[in-house]
């Protein structure tokens, strides 16, 4: 009766055309509930392969987030983009005190880094017991640069935050995934899940099984790809069409002429990625599709997805079953749904014991 709530958390995720909030509470029973969310555009270039190239504008745009979001909440969990994460799985001996498995991860990370442990962030968790060694455990390094650490903790402190987790974006959106997976026929257990989302300028492939990553791939593919169309069709500039495409302002003819060979495109790109799965590993078939990122809610996509795939497939929301806060616009926030997939992770992490 007296149990408190882990202290409150902002999921804040930086990624190359946005940045996203989510803020995430429990009801009595103990289900999640969405406080807060929102999206804040960013020019092109001000971040770049997961680099802040213009710190100051992503600072700016970042408070301009937080203070529209109303939250009060200090604070904040991050996440870095895999490609600046080597992040590998080892199994180490059971019953390790926490200083003896330091020191064995130290040694483990030596292998894999290519660079001085004195210039990287180095972290590790305890996945659980081995499957195939009895008595040891599965244990998961991730390391990275510590500029690339130290660029997303100086932007949280210059907007008046404090950083207390540095995720990997992949991470929080498989965590995210996992409760709509959950909601899948027979809770989703054993079935091989593909969850693709697409970027502006780069999508990722991650194929799960029960809570194992078994593939992961990167494609150089994205929604940035549509707003050049709209550039060249239409002779809108850069960031007209990024406005226009985003608040459905765009001419009659859009969508026999831009629309759907773009819809025709990217589900080509998945069919081939899912092709490459196929081709890389002993797995022939995928169960569901699951698609996030901002153009994954795009008319018609899933059915083409499904057409090309012959597989199921769904956008992705990861408020679903969650109920909505006062301070949340329900029709925006539904019509955004799949941008937040990573935030809503990273949100997520409050509740982790």
């Not at 997976?181 to 990722?204: C, K, N, Q, Y």
Request: one cysteine or more; hydrophobic letters at 40%.
């Amino acid at each position: 009766m007296f149990s408190r709530q882990p202290a409150p958390l902002i999921g804040l995720d930086v990624s190359t055309s946005s940045v996203k909030l989510v803020e995430l509470g429990q009801d009595r029973s103990g289900n999640l509930t969405l406080e807060r969310c929102g999206i804040e555009l960013l020019e092109s270039g001000w971040v770049s392969d997961g680099n802040i190239e213009k710190f100051d504008e992503v600072v700016e745009a970042t408070r301009r987030l937080v203070n529209r979001s109303g939250s009060k909440t200090k604070h904040v969990a991050m996440a870095l983009p895999a490609s600046v994460v080597i992040s590998k799985k080892i199994i180490l001996p059971g019953g390790l005190s926490e200083r003896e498995m330091e020191v064995q991860v130290e040694s483990e990370a030596n292998q894999y880094i290519p660079f001085s442990l004195d210039e990287v962030a180095l972290d590790f968790c305890v996945v659980g017991p081995s499957s195939t060694s009895a008595g040891d455990v599965e244990v998961v390094i991730a390391a990275s640069r510590k500029e690339k650490v130290e660029d997303r903790q100086g932007l949280a402190e210059a907007v008046g935050l404090t950083p207390v987790v540095m995720d990997v974006e992949t991470y929080a959106s498989r965590l995210a995934a996992s409760r709509i997976i959950g909601r899948l026929p027979a809770g989703g257990v054993d079935a091989v899940i593909a969850l693709f989302e697409v970027g502006a300028l780069t999508s990722t492939l991650q194929v799960m099984r029960n809570d194992d990553l078994i593939y992961e791939r990167d494609q150089v593919f994205g929604g940035a790809q549509l707003t050049q169309m709209l550039v060249r069709q239409y002779g809108f500039t850069l960031d007209e069409a990024e406005t226009k495409k985003r608040a459905g302002e765009l001419p009659d003819d859009y969508g026999p002429v831009v629309l759907q060979p773009f819809v025709e495109s990217l589900a080509q790109e998945i069919e081939r990625a899912l092709k490459f799965f196929f081709t890389s590993t002993p797995h022939h078939r995928v169960d569901y599709i699951l698609l996030a990122g901002g153009t994954a809610g795009l008319p018609g996509l899933t059915e083409v997805v499904t057409r090309l795939t012959s597989f199921p497939c769904q956008v992705v929301n990861p408020f679903d079953g969650m109920d909505a806060g006062r301070m949340v616009r329900e029709k925006r926030m539904l019509r955004e749904a799949p941008s937040y997939l990573t935030a809503c992770g990273l949100a997520m992490r409050r509740f982790l014991r």
